[in-house]
DNA sequence: GAATGTATGTTGAAAATTCAACAAAAAGGA
DNA sequence: TCCTTTTTGTTGAATTTTCAACATACATTC
């Protein structure tokens, strides 16, 4: 756990908890670690919604399937960020996502009991976590809200431009690489890939964007 | 404020308050009513994201608005339900959604601040609302993957048919209302309004569903 | 109850997406 | 390095959506 402190440090729930106190309050929660290879899977559907997690390292991708195989992305964890909260604090039995590893990555799992019931000591620090994560989940609501603000465009090419300006803005640069590739950019998008990858050939001859592999820029 | 005690002691951020505890709670809450028209706007966005509505009467929707004027409908609030309240958790400057009363509404609106900030009085109470709060919050977090999953479909008819099974098992029965006109499930599920017009009567004709105004039934 | 306005249904043409199949390029492993 | 696998790009046909225009039904108001 060591070698994560830094990673932990900068997770939102922990914020305006001095380094000190982290220790003794990650004590306090407890929580176990666990590694999940590539292509590995974090949550499966349908189990139970008892813990929020903490990317220590890697990636993960939130998925959901129909029953007819088609996959639509809702969104990454990457390190320091929390994911499986909404479940947790929603108090669901089954969870309705797949979370899957997309590069070797490790997680930290701690139990929402931990997190719901104060503790004996630290308890200070504890209604800070509370209001920590209401805002966490607060601002992952506002995440989907916008992915839907993206997705309700009814064309692959507005899709794509309203996702590129949103990173854009979001990295302060023109130039920025994405977290997807053809395929998951798709699924994120909700639109064929071929027909991804054939707008987005088209808007690099039209000169408006250009692009090599998951590197964008907009011109 | 007495004619609405029975929507408040309903709403889900008082749960677990006892009804003698309700009133001194909402004196100390602070808050203020205020009456819309139908078609009158609640909340517009780009306002300050300081205060949690309630719904007292009445019916709301939370619409995003591109700037070719395409409208995105977001949701409904009904009596005894919260609105705003994930904007507010996440403390933004600016509000991103148009709310706007689909027909005369009353709301009830609590400052963020007092509920964020513990009273001197009541305060075993206050706690039970931040986590009713966060539960809420978690909730609709759930709602909007939900809807995600909706309008991920790729035809009319495959997001009209998950929006129906959604409805019809909301509430437990083949035969329901839905809050929506046609426009306006049009802009909820993302598609042309005249395209689902056709596809529901194509729909009727073929046995599959029966609906007279906004009353659907799944045969 | 007549008149006006709003909501819903219908249609056909244009535009866009999806789908399937394959080619090319890149990545990964032996 | 060579071979295999995965990813990405390309294409054309079929399907679907969108768009515009209009007809009809329903509501509301005076």
């Known amino acids: 756990m060591k070698k994560y402190m830094e990673i932990l440090r900068s997770c939102p729930l922990f914020d305006g908890i001095g380094n000190e106190n982290l220790t003794s309050m990650l004590a306090c929660l407890g929580g176990r670690t666990a590694f999940f290879s590539k292509k590995e899977t974090v949550i499966a559907e349908g189990s139970e919604a008892d813990c929020i997690g903490i990317v220590l390292s890697g990636t993960l991708q939130i998925e959901m399937n129909d029953y007819f195989g088609n996959r639509t992305i809702l969104g990454t964890a990457s390190p320091s960020e929390l994911f499986g909260e909404a479940f947790a604090c929603a108090d669901l039995k089954a969870i309705p996502v797949n979370v899957v590893a997309v590069r070797d990555s490790e997680v930290l799992f701690i139990e929402k009991q931990r997190i719901a019931h104060p503790c004996s000591n630290a308890c200070d620090f504890h209604r800070r976590i509370i209001y920590n994560l209401l805002k966490i989940v607060a601002e992952k609501n506002l995440m989907l809200q916008q992915k839907a603000q993206i997705t309700a465009k009814r064309t692959t090419r507005e899709k ?60």
């Open 160 to 219: 794509l431009t309203a996702y590129l300006l949103s990173q854009a803005k979001r990295n302060n640069s023109h130039s920025f690489d994405i977290p997807f590739n053809r395929q998951e950019l798709a699924d994120f998008l909700q639109v064929d890939r071929s027909g991804l990858s054939a707008e987005i050939s088209k808007m690099k001859k039209e000169g408006i964007i250009n692009c090599r592999k998951n590197h964008f820029e907009l011109l």
